[in-house]
Each structure stands twice: as C-alpha cells, then as structure tokens.
C-alpha cells in the first residue's frame, strides 16, 4: 500500500501521491493522527473546509492475516471536536488495500450538495454526481448502487442523517453478500462525510495485482500461529455462539448495566435481550437467522449474527451488545423484536445507535415519550430520517436533545454519549472515557475484559489498568486488527513484531511497537490540545460523581487529578 488519493469536492480534483517513507511506516489510527496534525487546522469547523475524512487500512491490510478487513474512518469530530477514528469491518477496507491504497482523503467543500459518488478502481478514480441517491436510506443507497457497480464492488456510504450533517451520523460499509451493514459508527464522521458532498465511495478491486508480501512464508506462519491461538482461545467459542451480547448477563450481574437513562445498573428484562436468549430465537425461527458468522471475510472468530423476525426473515445483522443496551435496556425496551427493528432503522437513517439509544433516553426522561415506548422510539428515529424538528435535535446527539430539553442526566464526555458500561459501576471505563483522545468510547480501551481481575468499583490499579488498555487498542487500531484479536497477542506480543518484519521486512520487537501505539495516543492528544478539547479538562458527568446507581449504589469517585496521572504512567516494554 503506498498511493493517497486526495479528492478536492469543490474543484473534484483529484492527486494520487506516493507516500513518502515516513508515511509508509504509518496505518489505520497512526495514520489518521498524523495525516489531522499535519493537516487540518485543530480549530477548523468540522463540519467545514478544512477539515478531512480520511479512510485507511490498517499496516496488515492488505495481508490475509484473520480480521484485517477491519480499517480506519477518522476526521476533527463534530461531536467531540477532536480526533476521532473509527474503525469498521465490511469489505471495503480489504479492497483499497489490495489496489495499494494507504489512504483516501477527503478535502475540502462542495458548492452544491449534489450527492457525488466517488468510484476507485485499478485505473484510476473517478467522482461524479448521483442526484438519485439523495435522501436514500442506506439499503436503496447500496441497492442503486449495485445496480450502477455490479455485485462484487466494496460500497463505503452514508444514509439521509449524513447527508443532513447530524452530529450522530456515521458511516456504513457493506459486507461480502450484502446481508450485514457495519458502521464506523462513532464521533460523527457521517456528518463530515456529508458536508464534503459524498454519499458514497465504491471500491472496485477486481483487476488489482497481489499485492507482494517482503516473507510470505514467515507471514503465513505467523498468521497460523495467531489463528490457532484464537480457536483454541474459550472466548473465541463464546463470542461465535452468542456474539458481543455475550456478555449482557455479566453486565447486568455487575450492576454496570446502563438502564432507563442510566439511572440503573440492572434491567429487570436482561435475560429475554441476553446473548443467550439471541442465540435461542435465532436457533427456533431458522430461516436467514445466524449465529456466527464474520463482519469481514476470513474472520476466525466471527461474532456477527443475522437476527429474523417470527417469520425468519433478515430484520437485521449484526445484533450486538452496545445496539441492545443504548436501544433496548436505556430506553426501557425489553422485547429482542423492537430492539432489532430499531437497530435496522438507525442503521437505514446512517445513525450510531448509541449515540441515538442515549438520545432517545434523555428523550424519555424529558416526557417526550415514555420509558418503554418501542414504537415511539421507532418513529423519533423515522424522524431523524425524514429531518424533522424533533429528529434534528435527537440526530444530532444525547448532549443537544439534553440540553434542549432540559435534562440534566445526560451520559457524555466532550459531547459525545457513553456506549454500554456505566462509568459508576466500571470505574476503569470512566478513566478511558475521560482521558482518551476519542471521549466517551469503549473501544479506545474497555475495562470490563478485567472486570474479574481488577475491582470494577473500586480506585485501585484503574489508572494503570487504562493506560495499558488505550495503548493496546491504538496498536491494533494501526495494525487493522480487530479489538477481539486480543488474547494471543497479550500472551505473545512479539507475534506483531513478525507481522510487520513478513509483511514489510522491517526490523522491529515489540517495543518499536509499543512505542508506535504510544505515538498514537500522543499525536492525538496533541491534536484536541490544539483543538481546544484537552483531555485535561472534561470530567466525567457531574450526576455520575453525586447519583448512586443502583444496585450497587456506587458513584464514580476517581478524581481529575488522580485521573490525569495516567499520562506518567509507565507500562512495561513487554506487556501488550
Ligand atoms: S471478531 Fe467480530 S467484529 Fe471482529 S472482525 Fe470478526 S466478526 Fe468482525
């Protein structure tokens, strides 16, 4: 991988550079963080001018190592208003990769806002205007494009609350056969995709050359080694059974469980929107439900799932944890049907559904309809779609529909809401939600896989425990890895090291790549101290340090300064 495409969608100019040497040591997050430093002026309006979408595929992108069809969509958040990366499976990443591609970057602003398409392939890119697509939700979006492209091109898009720039939007990319739709769903980087004017990119790879590996042999070693490792893993087992809502039933156990606009930390319905219980419905109603199955080709662990209605047909893939807690538990919903069928209309609209699911609570606690109200809730989300007043507000996320009406239990960090573990009753969450460089975002560095080792209520070893957390998800951010990639890598880390000697002969350890996840993390820093948004100065929300949460009646009690020693922290050069 070694072209960037920049795109001007005011001039529709397009450059493809040769990324220089420096440039090739960076993917994914690394990347992202150092082409928005480099780049975008930290003040710029996100949603203007200056202020670049940049897609890139992680340094193992182009390899067939299991999961690296994950890759990276990053911008200045509208929400947040620092840097925001998002990573996502589907087949689009795959394919840029395997044309070469290290980047594509968005710039600048269209005049008009005639959706464009933006259309790469082996000869070259084109950009052109599709008025038909405007307004679409995502599945005519990808339907029409079909139609245009043929059934074997990657489709990276944005539905009607892209377009309308809301702060909630995210984008969708689609998998191998159409039945999934990913979202790099987080910070708002449908918005800034909508404002650039580009409803979609499709990746046409059919005629790329392979791409040529530095030691094939040693990469698919070490490539068999990780894959083992992971079959043989027993979490490996329990996420291809019952997928990330595997741990719903633990969630709600440890009182950590946001519920009814986290007032709660338990739902009294837990069991019938469990894991388990998914994977039962899907097993008794048979017909396109499945269990198991991958975001992006040649995943081992395949946790997605197709979720069907009575009758067996599709309502949506995947189901997952965070979907069902923000849309179901948060807003009092309880029945898996509604929970499904609001998850396929966030993801028709092109919202984060945990940024909507936090929205719709705050909604609910303000009366605008009540707790439980499933299809109430379907239509506020309708309305996000159609741009109505009240959709407006709702879509562009929990802290404005807050404010507007009125509440004052609103769960976010730098603007942007807190996905499915109350900081309260996870305290090494609220850590990572306060002093990542991506706010309020479990996938920056999730405690809850040390809740059985680390007191999840209790101070000690948080800070440290976060720390070393953040850094190992910027690493396999920038490798393209899927977070679930994991427990291998902690038991070996210098499995990344032999990845990237296979893939590129560079001669690294483990360290050179500790060292590259630190790089990460302090590029981005340095980015939202410039923006303005340092992590330094966001607490977590003031209701969180006063209201107990039931059951466990724990407030978050962890302070700024305690919080802010996270950046002195060390964590050894051998430890992933
Ligand atoms: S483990 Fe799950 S989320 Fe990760 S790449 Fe595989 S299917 Fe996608």
């Not at 009575?310 to 509604?338: F, M």
């Not at 969450?429 to 209790?458: C, K, W």
Request: glycine share 12%; aromatic share 6%.
């Amino acid at each position: 991988m070694k072209w960037i495409i920049r795109v001007n969608t005011r001039t529709g100019d397009i450059v493809r550079q040769e990324a220089t040497e420096e440039e090739m040591h960076w993917g994914g997050r690394l990347l992202i963080s150092k082409f928005l430093i480099r780049e975008v002026p930290p003040s710029c309006d996100p949603l203007g001018r200056y202020n670049k979408l940049i897609i890139a595929p992680g340094l193992l992108g182009d390899t067939f190592i299991t999961t690296t069809g994950k890759f990276s969509i990053g911008g200045k958040s509208p929400l947040t208003r620092g840097v925001k990366e998002s990573d996502v499976g589907g087949e689009a990443g795959k394919k840029i990769a395997r044309l070469g591609i290290k980047a594509i970057v968005l710039e600048d602003l269209p005049e008009k806002k005639t959706p464009k398409v933006l259309f790469v392939n082996s000869k070259g890119v084109r950009f052109s205007e599709f008025a038909n697509l405007k307004g679409k939700y995502v599945s005519e979006t990808i339907q029409l494009l079909r139609e245009e492209f043929g059934r074997e091109v990657g489709i990276i898009c944005i539905g009607p609350a892209g377009e309308m720039t809301m702060g909630g939007a995210g984008v969708a990319v689609t998998d191998a056969n159409d039945i999934q739709i990913r979202y790099a769903a987080r910070g708002g980087l449908g918005a800034v995709m909508g404002a650039k004017g580009v409803k979609a990119i499709v990746v046409d790879d059919s005629e790329a050359i392979a791409p040529k590996m530095y030691d094939e042999s040693l990469l698919r070693e070490v490539s068999r080694t990780l894959t083992q490792a992971l079959l043989e893993d027993p979490k490996t087992e329990n996420r291809h059974k019952f997928g990330t809502p595997a741990i719903l039933m633990i969630a709600n156990e440890l009182g950590l469980l946001p519920t009814r606009n986290f007032s709660l930390g338990q739902f009294d319905k837990a069991e019938e929107i469990s894991g388990e219980r998914i994977a039962e419905v899907i097993a008794d109603r048979g017909g396109e439900g499945r269990s198991g199955t991958p975001c992006t080709r040649g995943c081992v662990i395949s946790c997605s799932n197709v979720f069907p209605d009575p009758s067996g047909k599709k309502t949506v893939a995947s189901i997952q944890y965070e979907n069902i807690v923000l849309l179901g538990a948060n807003c009092g919903i309880g029945n898996l049907d509604d929970i499904a069928e609001l998850n396929r209309l966030c993801n028709e609209v092109g919202v984060d559904t945990i940024e909507t699911g936090a929205a719709i609570g705050v909604a609910m606690e303000a009366g605008v309809i009540p707790f439980g109200d499933a299809e109430g809730a379907k239509d506020l989300i309708r309305q996000i779609g159609r741009g109505t007043y009240l959709g407006r507000i709702l879509g562009n996320g929990v802290v404005i529909t807050g404010r507007l009406f009125g509440v004052r239990r609103i769960p976010a960090i730098k603007g942007q809401a807190i996905p499915g573990y109350d900081p309260r009753a996870l305290k090494g969450n609220g850590v990572t939600y306060t002093t990542s460089p991506m706010g309020a975002d479990h996938t920056a560095g999730n405690a809850f896989e040390t809740a059985r080792t680390i007191n999840p209520l209790g101070k000690e070893g948080q800070i440290e425990n976060s720390r070393r957390l953040q850094i190992r998800a910027a690493i396999l951010d920038t490798m393209g890895l899927c977070l679930f990639t994991r427990p291998p890598f902690v038991k070996n880390p210098e499995l990344f090291a032999l990845f990237l000697k296979g893939r590129y002969g560079w001669d690294v350890n483990y360290e050179d790549v500790q060292k590259m996840g630190i790089e990460t993390l302090e590029t981005e820093r340095e980015f939202n101290r410039r923006a303005g948004v340092s992590e330094e100065y966001f607490d977590i929300p003031e209701f969180m340090r006063e209201e107990p949460l039931p059951p466990t009646n724990a407030v978050y009690d962890i302070s700024m300064e305690e919080m802010r020693r996270i950046w002195e922290v060390q964590i050894p050069k051998d430890i992933f």
